[in-house]
């Protein structure tokens, strides 16, 4: 069964090429380790909420877009060893690849899928 990693992220708005590229990279070297699939979505209609919404879970600023996006690898056991080769990779060091965006604030999450229509 494929696993889904999800992620959250605010990123300037002014560096979307930036993180465009950063993306296509960063893609790249995930599929040597097993990904099967990347999506990234760029936010053009995601309000705050009167409670949470994403912008609030990120602490979006309001030079900052908020970023979706997802892998799916395809399973558990294939993501779990690919993360730790993927952490331990120099190709995915900051000084060689670094994030155009506050890593503090991104919201990421291991998913099984339960329907997919």
Do not use: H
């Not at 979505?41 to 877009?65: H, I, R, Y």
């Not at 060893?81 to 670094?98: G, S, V």
């Amino acid at each position: 069964m494929n696993y889904i990693d999800g992620f959250i992220i605010p990123v300037p708005t002014a560096s979307r090429e930036i993180y465009k590229s950063y993306a296509k990279k960063s893609a790249a070297l995930f599929k040597e380790f097993g990904v099967i699939s990347i999506v990234e979505c760029w936010g053009n209609d995601v309000q705050p909420g009167k409670l949470t919404s994403f912008p609030q879970a990120v602490m979006c600023k309001d030079d900052e877009t908020v970023v979706f996006s997802w892998m799916t690898w395809p399973s558990k056991e294939v993501r779990d060893a690919a993360w730790e080769k993927i952490m331990a990779d120099p190709r995915f060091a900051q000084e060689t690849l670094p994030m155009p965006f506050d890593g503090k604030r991104l919201i990421y999450g291991g998913f099984e899928k339960l329907v997919e229509l």
